[in-house]
């Protein structure tokens, strides 16, 4: 399989998955819209592609990742099941680094590195799906009978995540 944030914490004891075909969590029997899911601090409400096959942390991006079932800090304020709090990778203020992985449905890469060594530094994480690759033979008759029957129809499914973090440090004590 492919690394997915959503579907790790789903492993952990307490969380469990939402029905076939969701990303959600559901931490102690609460619903998945009573959880709190940040990226840097900001709040997100839909963190899943193709109805919860995938979910939008591209693991290249992803640094660290906290979960709260209970007993959150104030700073989250109140939520009545879980925190996740993840944080994105900052590049790398001295050196070069490239990842690439592939995969049965999709492809990651990563690059980090300085632009100004020592003070400013760059992580991009990029990943493509090719499921228009697979899916398109399969939705080729249906595109036919549309174009038969004078509908504009195209059906073809495939996403591209891109995750960009800038860090600089404004001096150096």
């Known amino acids: 399989g492919e690394?997915?944030?959503m579907k790790a914490?789903?492993?952990m004891p307490g969380v469990q998955s939402g029905s076939d075909g969701s990303?959600?969590?559901h931490v102690r029997?609460?619903?998945s819209d009573e959880n709190l899911i940040l990226l840097d601090g900001a709040p997100l409400y839909n963190v899943d592609h193709l109805m919860?096959?995938?979910s939008v942390f591209t693991p290249e991006a992803v640094k660290t990742v906290d979960l709260y079932k209970g007993s959150f800090p104030a700073r989250y304020g109140g939520?009545?099941?879980s925190v996740v709090d993840v944080a994105t990778q900052p590049g790398d203020p001295e050196r070069y680094h490239v990842n690439f992985g592939i995969g049965l449905t999709?492809?990651?890469l990563g690059v980090s590195g300085p632009i100004v060594k020592g003070r400013t530094a760059f992580n991009v994480a990029v990943r493509r799906t090719w499921f228009d690759v697979i899916t398109t033979p399969a939705l080729a008759i249906a595109n036919a009978d549309a174009k038969r029957n004078g509908d504009k129809y195209d059906?073809?499914?495939a996403f591209t995540d891109f995750n960009l973090h800038l860090s600089h440090r404004t001096d150096q004590w």
């Open 106 to 108: 999709s492809a990651n």
């Open 29 to 31: 029997g609460g619903g």
């Open 155 to 157: 059906a073809h499914y």
């Open 52 to 54: 919860g096959f995938f």
């Open 79 to 81: 939520r009545l099941s």
């Open 3 to 5: 690394a997915d944030l």
């Open 9 to 11: 914490l789903q492993l």
């Open 23 to 25: 990303a959600g969590v």
